[in-house]
């Protein structure tokens, strides 16, 4: 598969390995095109290790990666298509925004400096300045707009906001969606905090204990998992039409937070739709080694 | 998967982003294992610290919770004891519940082999319950 029906990201089985150590392990997501994704994972699950992958500067040790139908590597074709903002915006200190502005123009073969430079000025930051003068917000803002002036189809973020302040982090927020909502523009953005990034997001990629745990809209994964509560009783005799993620035991009562197989549940159990975040947390729970089976994409609703 | 294990009777969740405020949360699971019969009169609900460090929320939250729940007659504080469960909420006892849900739950297998969709099945149930009142008015 390549260009238009390609998806903005695909791996199959892939895997890292350092030394004896695997940094990601068994993974397999596929991302449609014209989505915001959220790379969320505890820190170590490998979210680096995959964007690097996926950005070409990594090459897997296991199995195969795709962006937009293409294997990545350093040829001018593949990068003319992606976007890369390291963690920590590696800029280069003493220059300013306008001086990266211009090396960019250099060293790329499609480069958009007007639109970078609109962005910055209506953010108002100034581009004449060295960009160790600015603050972390408008160094991440000028990371953004260089990667932007690339004009990607698929944009990769590694943790663009952890190190922001909160206003800062929502008004980095607003660009990138701005940015997303203008054209052809897939973004993964990683961020082991959820919570950054559930209003920006429609689409989500779990990592924990260096595995996906879970791949799928947003929505679709709120309809497919549920608390249940009922009294004490053994998991084995829960019943059916679920994979329990996550079990809670106290001497009377037993909750359960289950991914659904089927619409129909006993009614013993009371059960009540759960937020996102208490789902990322159930899947990334220390005790969890690995997930039930090893989860797949989950599809749109029954 | 993971399991968690606690010796206290029943285990809390909260949910941030429902709007419900925290202490209405665990005021509502409460009378919820009552209803069900996961807690009888009798059994001694976790403690303060107990539940502050399942749910990482205030004391104070757990507190005015247990309160409303003494003030409602539904449990009651002994001294230096702890908190217990005094009274069920009103409603049919657990069995009762449990039977009905369990014929509801055959309904809606047939309702869905017939063909019908939740949102068909809803909505017969809203006209069958407004008709159902408009009965007990004539």
């Known amino acids: 598969m390549s260009g238009q029906n390609a998806p903005a990201i695909q791996t199959t089985r892939l895997g890292k390995r350092y030394g004896s150590v695997w940094a990601l392990q068994d993974c397999s997501v596929s991302v449609p095109r014209g989505h915001v994704s959220a790379l969320v994972g505890p820190n170590g699950a490998g979210k680096t290790t995959l ?3 996926l950005a070409g500067l990594s090459a897997p040790s296991t199995g195969e990666a795709a962006v937009l139908g293409r ?5 001018g074709d593949f990068l003319d298509s992606i976007g890369y903002l390291a963690q920590d915006v590696p800029l280069y200190k003493r220059l300013s925004a306008e001086d990266h502005l211009r090396l960019g123009a250099h060293l790329n073969r499609r480069w958009d400096a007007s639109a970078a430079r609109g962005r910055l000025a209506a953010l108002r930051i100034p581009a004449d300045r060295p960009v160790a003068t600015l603050s972390g917000g408008q160094r991440a803002q000028v990371g953004l707009s260089l990667a932007l002036a690339k004009r990607p189809h698929v944009l990769l973020l590694d943790e663009p906001v952890a190190a922001l302040d909160p206003l800062a982090r929502r008004e980095f927020l607003a660009s990138l969606t701005e940015a997303a909502a203008d054209g052809d523009l897939s973004v993964i953005v990683s961020s082991h905090l959820l919570h950054d990034l559930e209003r920006v997001c ?8 260096s595995r996906t745990q879970l791949c799928g809209g947003i929505d679709d994964v ?14 084995a005799d829960a ?27 006993d009614p013993s ?13 159930a899947y990334m729970g220390e005790r969890s080694t690995l997930a039930a089976s090893p989860l797949t994409v989950i599809g749109p609703a029954r | 998967m993971t399991i968690e294990v606690l010796k206290q009777s029943i285990s809390f969740q909260l949910s941030p982003d429902s709007g419900v405020p925290a202490y209405l949360q665990l005021v509502q699971q409460v009378k919820q294992a009552l209803r069900m019969g996961i807690l009888d009169v009798g059994d001694k609900l976790p403690t303060v610290k107990e539940v502050v460090a399942e749910v990482a929320v205030n004391p104070n939250t757990v507190m005015k919770a247990y309160w409303q729940l003494e003030h409602e007659g539904l449990v009651e504080g002994r001294q230096g004891v702890g908190t217990f469960a005094v ?46 009142r408009a009965e007990n008015i004539a």
């Open chain 1, 239 to 265: 019943g059916r039409g679920f994979t329990v993620i996550k079990s809670t035991q106290t001497t009377r009562q037993t909750r359960l937070l289950v991914r659904l197989d089927r619409a129909v549940l």
């Open chain 1, 269 to 281: 159990w009371a059960v009540t739709e759960v937020g996102l975040e208490d789902i990322v947390l």
């Open chain 1, 51 to 53: 964007l690097k992958i």
């Open chain 1, 222 to 235: 709120l309809a497919a998992h549920r608390v249940m509560v009922g009294p004490r009783r053994d998991i």
């Open chain 2, 87 to 132: 009274r069920r909420p009103a409603g049919p006892p657990p069995g009762t519940q449990l039977r009905l849900a369990r014929r509801l739950e055959a309904w809606v297998g047939t309702a869905r082999d017939a063909g019908l969709d939740d949102e068909a099945i809803e909505s017969m149930l809203r006209a069958t319950l407004s008709g159902a």
């Open chain 1, 71 to 75: 294997v990545p590597g350093q040829t």
């Open chain 1, 202 to 209: 429609d689409y989500l990629i779990l990592l924990a204990a």
